[in-house]
């Protein structure tokens, strides 16, 4: 039971597998060696509490014998589960703490290791489905003649999504699919443009929005003090980008489905699953597959591809994988969305900062998911709180007296938006930091030692600032590359992150380093706390660089890693992860590593040219990436 959902639901996001499911899994693991133990004292007619426990064994050290897990699991598991089993103590942990060899590791370097598009079982059909070229349009008329015509193709059908071309294989169907002639219905469709878009949301900064958080009296000290300076960013549309496309595979006999998938919410995808089929879930076999990336994509609590899949099988009645290719998930899938963020801050005539403004404008990725009575079927399960997942920066850490945030949350039902890797903190965190190190350079202070007076308070953000400052070699001096500097906290964890770049004459921006300082509370595992890091580097260098969904008309522009890059190897930076020993609850991972790099990146670049960056991508601003 994850306490962030207060239910059985089986969902992958706001960090919170480790973090959610520790304390639990420790629990059950205390119960289960207790009925072992107990489960040895009958055997050996001795009290359970002279007994313990080691590698796998349980021994009785004055009768000098001991019996292993397997041997007593039978007996054991006649014993009653145990209400509060006593949990090990931290300082006997053998294995938590620990980087045993993953047991995936070679199979996932040599290839073999399967993945959700792996998935091949007898008799199945590939689908691909045409979408309709803007959001929400709908097939009103096909002609499939010649769709029909290619060779292996063996059927077209209408679905809710759009129109399903099956064929014997993947080859067969996309090129039907191509030879389709659609007529759409898009009465209901958008037709945004995204400079029209980012209008729209600047001229919502000048409006006060919903508040969020205030301190003190904001607005007054905005007033009364010597100076106030403000600026405005702004971050558009990006796609998740995964490396594996999306794929379902669905065997419906008409009585019970088999379903195999990567993703992140299989609760609500198997519940989607048994409305689209007219199945219950307990006729519903669901396996969870490993997945070449989610970041957010994989987790739709309203399961689009899992929908679509299911809307074919249904009409088939044999087994079917659905593809999404990489052009229909980037054109046709969901997006972080877009936000603009405005960040004011007075100084008073100390040099002090008086008061502090961040105003969000951004979708709300959940205005459909908490509209009241959404789905009868989902009264079970409780989602995560609003706040987990929409996230914004109300954390901001530093000791300013007088704050004010607040946040337009806009619906726009013709532009899909979901969470992705990190959520708001992408946007609300990089205005933070980014700011903050101006106002250091404004008053004349380093921005090291500026934040870190700012944290008096704060004492695991300032660990992990001093932590990346002295790993970073803070403040060295090297010809040519520049430092940046951001911290944060969040998901129970912290993080501090330097990134070193140079740029040259022609703004050809190359990143050498990036070093981060963790603090996630008990480190469950230290090497998968720095692959998640490593690879979240890589994953915000993708976006900050280069990531933007531009709408025309309410077509998608982009389709491909040819117009939407992601971080090539030879571009990708020395990382380096420095873990700080914390004996604080478990925190989140997966997303903490993102966040600061852009700040820390845009810092660096003013560092290095004396230019701040407003808005991303950085090729917006003209930056040719090494």
Not at 169 to 186: M, P, T
Not at 268 to 286: E, S
Not at 439 to 457: C, H, I, Q, T, W
Not at 515 to 523: H, K
């Amino acid at each position: 039971n994850n306490p962030y959902f207060q239910s059985l639901l089986q969902f992958t996001v706001a960090s919170s597998a480790v973090r959610g499911y520790f304390e639990g899994q420790r629990s059950v693991g205390a119960a289960v060696r207790q009925m072992l133990i107990n489960a040895a004292a009958k055997l050996w007619n001795v009290q359970a509490n002279t007994l313990r426990t080691e590698a796998s064994y349980v021994i009785d050290d004055i009768g000098g014998r001991r019996a292993s897990y397997g041997e007593l699991s039978s007996a054991a598991a006649k014993e009653a589960v145990p209400n509060n089993p006593p949990l090990k103590d931290p300082a006997n942990y053998r294995i938590i703490g620990t980087s045993p060899q993953r047991l995936d590791a070679a199979d996932k370097t040599d290839g073999s290791f399967k993945y959700g598009m792996d998935v091949d079982i007898p008799n199945m059909l590939t689908a691909v489905i045409a979408r309709p070229p803007r959001f929400n349009g709908q097939a009103l008329n096909v002609d499939d003649n010649a769709a029909l015509a290619v060779p292996g193709v063996r059927s077209v059908h209408i679905i809710l999504g759009g129109v399903a071309v099956v064929a014997d294989d993947f080859w067969a169907a996309d090129k039907g699919r191509k030879a389709l002639i659609v007529q759409w219905n898009e009465l209901l469709a958008g037709r945004t443009d995204s400079d029209l878009q980012r209008s729209a949301y600047n001229l919502r900064l000048n409006l006060p929005g919903l508040p969020i958080r205030v301190d003190g009296l904001p607005l007054l000290a905005q007033t009364l003090a010597s100076e106030t300076l403000s600026a405005d960013y702004y971050f558009p549309f990006m796609a998740h980008a995964a490396m594996e496309p999306l794929n379902v595979v669905v065997d419906y006999d008409g009585s019970s489905a088999e379903i195999w998938t990567g993703t992140q919410s299989a609760t609500l995808d198997k519940v989607f699953a048994g409305l689209i089929l007219g199945l219950l879930p307990n006729q519903i076999t669901f396996h969870s597959m490993p997945s070449g990336g989610g970041f957010g994509r994989r987790g739709n609590p309203l399961a689009d591809f899992v929908r679509d899949a299911c809307a074919v099988a249904k009409v088939l009645r044999q087994p079917v994988k659905v593809i999404w290719t990489r052009e229909d998930d980037m054109k046709g899938g969901f997006y972080r969305p877009a936000a603009a963020v405005r960040v004011s801050a007075s100084i008073d005539n100390a040099n002090n900062i008086s008061a502090w403004t961040h105003r969000s404008v951004t979708q709300d990725v959940t205005a459909l998911l908490y509209a009241e009575n959404l789905l009868d079927s989902l009264a079970e399960f409780k989602l995560p709180p609003l706040k987990e997942l929409t996230d914004f920066e109300t954390g901001m850490p530093y000791k300013i007296d007088n704050v004010l945030m607040d946040a337009h949350l806009t619906v726009n039902l013709a532009m899909p938006a979901l969470w992705m890797r990190s959520v708001n903190k992408f946007s609300d965190v990089f205005a933070q930091e980014t700011f903050i190190d101006e106002l250091a350079m404004k008053v004349g202070k380093n921005p090291y030692n500026f934040r870190r007076d700012l944290l008096s308070e704060k004492p695991r953000h300032r660990a992990v600032l001093d932590a990346v400052a002295d790993a970073a070699g803070w403040g060295f001096s090297n010809s040519g590359i520049s430092q940046g500097i951001a911290v944060m906290g969040h998901w129970n964890s912290f993080v501090a992150q330097v990134v070193e770049v140079s740029v040259s004459a022609n703004r050809e921006l190359t990143v050498h380093r990036v070093v981060s300082a963790v603090d996630c509370g008990t480190a469950v595992n230290p090497d998968l706390v720095i692959a998640q890091v490593e690879s979240a580097i890589i994953f915000a260098l993708s976006s900050i660089l280069f990531g933007e969904i531009l709408l025309e008309d309410g077509v998608v522009q982009q389709s491909n890693f040819d117009d939407y890059p992601v971080l090539r190897m030879h571009q990708t930076p020395v990382i380096e992860t420095v873990i700080v020993n914390s004996e604080n609850p478990v925190g989140g991972v997966g997303e903490l590593g993102v966040p600061c790099v852009g700040p820390a990146l845009a810092n660096a670049i003013f560092g290095a040219i004396g230019e701040r960056i407003r808005e991303l991508p950085l090729t917006r601003s003209n930056f040719k990436i090494a």
